[in-house]
């Protein structure tokens, strides 16, 4: 709806009304689209192949930005909302019409499906089983779907009973912090260091899109089954601190599409570390005080009353915080 608003007119009435649209949607809609779509691969792919399923899944989507991006390099701005709008309808229209509702794996386990490929395995409180002697939790803790939506106590007992899943979300929280932070920072230290234009940023988002396609539609599928979830987060946590550190010390103009190809290895954080639910409001939170924090910081240290000469500053920052999400992801 709200890219329905500026396909009609881009006066100043009508871009208050996108604002407050986009406000409201974003309360309830903002990261549901994602968690539900993948929560609806989950249903359907076994547990096995949930992490090839999940990077094919952001692949396409990843290739679905890059296609949007060099679309709107060669259309005017009112065509740019209205193909915009009218893909989005389709895809509303799509999903009403094609898509059917899950049972949850119900169908796979009638039809005898081996226990550990079923697509049912939730993360649960583990307080249903029991734990071992030294305190840690066992794996794999159950317990039956729930009936209904999930209350703030629920979470805050899953966090605080289950250590895996805790470490997962601290991943989560400073993962996105950084993202996040980067995201925030990043175009305003290309235009006050390099003088960057849109153009220039355009291509550097094009690098980024094909890079994440790639690494989702190819790498994923064949390194997820060979090096195993954690140690393929791990290894995308760690691309994801080079990726922000080398912007910040970047010398020279081109050396920013250097830095934007390591999201070839650094968004494979996304489907390896992908729990629903809980962890995406975790995300989201981190998401909200990120550019509160960054985007000040970022103004401060390219402003003449910076305290030292370092103007990718907040962008090292970004990285630190991914740093501790690595820390956090190697002791899962």
């Not at 794999?140 to 009973?161: E, F, G, N, Q, V």
Request: proline share 5%; aromatic share 10%; hydrophobic share 50%.
């Amino acid at each position: 709806m709200q890219i329905v608003i500026l396909a009609c007119n881009r006066t100043k009435a009508f871009f208050y009304a996108f604002y407050i649209t986009r406000m409201l949607t974003g309360m309830v809609a903002e990261g549901s689209m994602q968690c539900l779509s993948l929560a609806y691969v989950a249903d359907k792919v076994p547990q096995s192949r949930r992490a090839v399923a999940f990077g094919v899944f952001s692949g396409v989507c990843t290739a679905g930005f890059v296609v949007g991006t060099v679309a709107a390099r060669f259309l005017s701005v009112p065509c740019t909302f209205q193909v915009s709008a009218v893909a989005t309808v389709a895809a509303a229209v799509y999903m009403r019409a094609f898509v059917q509702e899950t049972d949850g794996g119900a169908s796979l386990l009638r039809a005898g499906d081996e226990e550990e490929n079923s697509p049912s395995h939730p993360l649960c409180l583990p307080s249903c089983s029991s734990s071992s002697s030294s305190g840690e939790d066992v794996a794999s803790p159950t317990i039956p779907p729930l009936r209904k939506a999930a209350s703030l106590s629920d979470m805050a007992a899953l966090l605080t009973t289950s250590s895996t899943f805790s470490r997962a979300a601290l991943v989560t929280f400073f993962n996105s912090l950084g993202e996040t932070g980067l995201q925030t920072a990043l175009l305003y230290f290309l235009k006050a260091q390099f003088h960057y234009s849109k153009d220039q940023y355009a291509n550097l988002l094009l690098v980024i899109g094909i890079a994440g396609s790639l690494s989702q539609l190819i790498i994923m599928p064949i390194l997820a089954p060979k090096m195993g979830e954690q140690k393929l987060l791990v290894i995308a946590l760690l691309g994801s601190c080079m990726h922000a550190i080398l912007y910040s010390i970047a010398w020279s103009s081109w050396v920013p599409y250097l830095s934007a190809s390591f999201v070839i290895i650094s968004i494979l954080v996304n489907p390896c570390g992908m729990v629903q639910g809980c962890l995406t409001g975790i995300s989201s939170t981190a998401s909200v005080i990120s550019p509160i924090v960054f985007t000040p910081l970022t103004a401060w240290f390219l402003s003449e009353t910076a305290p030292i000469d370092f103007k990718g500053f907040s962008l090292v920052c970004a990285g630190f915080a991914t740093l501790i999400a690595l820390t956090a992801s190697i002791n899962m």
